[in-house]
T-cell receptor, first 115, second 109 residues
Framework: NAGVTQTPKFQVLKTGQSMTLQCAQD?????MSWYRQDPGMGLRLIHY???????DQGEVPNGYNVSRSTTEDFPLRLLSAAPSQTSVYFC??????????????FGPGTRLTVL | GQQVMQIPQYQHVQEGEDFTTYCNSS?????IQWYKQRPGGHPVFLIQ?????EVKKQKRLTFQFGEAKKNSSLHITATQTTDVGTYFC?????????FGTGTRLKVLA
């Protein structure tokens, strides 16, 4: 199993550009999520999904869109990049949040810089 | 909303010294998870605690969940250079996971 994969590893954007961060998992996990990590602020939840076709907002959703058309994939779209979106982005998956065992598996991360 | 505070933010220790990080919440937590993130890496799950007063051990690591389920701690005995990294606590609400700000541990050989 590859686990959780993310592409690209690094990305530089100009203000106003759009892009999609890719995330895929091969563990048949129901739950997937996106976090951003900024210095001194830990991990903050952007969006999450409890299954194909179901998404919801996390703590910091503004400026980001998600969709979940398949169990495996959960892309994150930046609609119009801003310097405040410079961060490290992590995708994570979890087998079944209603099952009581909350081990999240994280991807390697995407380091995004917006100029 | 629910918040989890973690202290200290940084800790430098000599190799062989002990280390403790604390996670505190103003509200009762249903559960708590601990993660470790090596420099330049991604968070990796260590353990989950769910019961009031629960204590779990993993080799030199001891995890505790407070009696009131509002705080938790991670204690490392006799730190090694391999313990370097940032340790995060996390807790779940209804499908939403919140993370503490993390404690960055540096171990001086």
């Amino acid at each position: 199993n590859a686990g959780v994969t993310q592409t690209p590893k690094f990305q530089v954007l100009k203000t106003g550009q759009s892009m999609t961060l890719q995330c895929a998992q091969d563990m048949n996990h129901e739950y997937m999520s996106w976090y951003r990590q900024d210095p001194g602020m830990g991990l903050r939840l952007i969006h999450y999904s409890v299954g194909a076709g179901i998404t919801d907002q996390g703590e910091v959703p503004n400026g980001y869109n998600v969709s979940r058309s398949t169990t495996e994939d959960f892309p994150l779209r930046l609609l119009s990049a801003a310097p405040s979106q410079t961060s490290v982005y992590f995708c994570a998956s979890l087998r079944d949040p209603s099952g009581g065992y909350n081990e999240q598996f994280f991807g390697p991360g995407t380091r995004l810089t917006v100029l | 909303g629910q918040q989890v505070m973690q202290i200290p933010q940084y800790q430098h220790v000599q190799e062989g010294e002990d280390f403790t990080t604390y996670c505190n919440s103003s509200t009762t937590l249903s559960n708590i998870q601990w993660y470790k993130q090596r420099p330049g890496g991604h968070p990796v799950f260590l353990i989950q605690l769910v019961k009031s007063g629960e204590v779990k051990k993993q080799k030199r690591l001891t995890f505790q969940f407070g009696e009131a389920k509002k705080n938790s701690s991670l204690h490392i005995t006799a730190t090694q250079t391999t313990d370097v990294g940032t340790y995060f606590c996390s807790s779940s609400g209804t499908y939403k996971y919140i993370f503490g700000t993390g404690t960055r541990l540096k171990v001086l050989a």
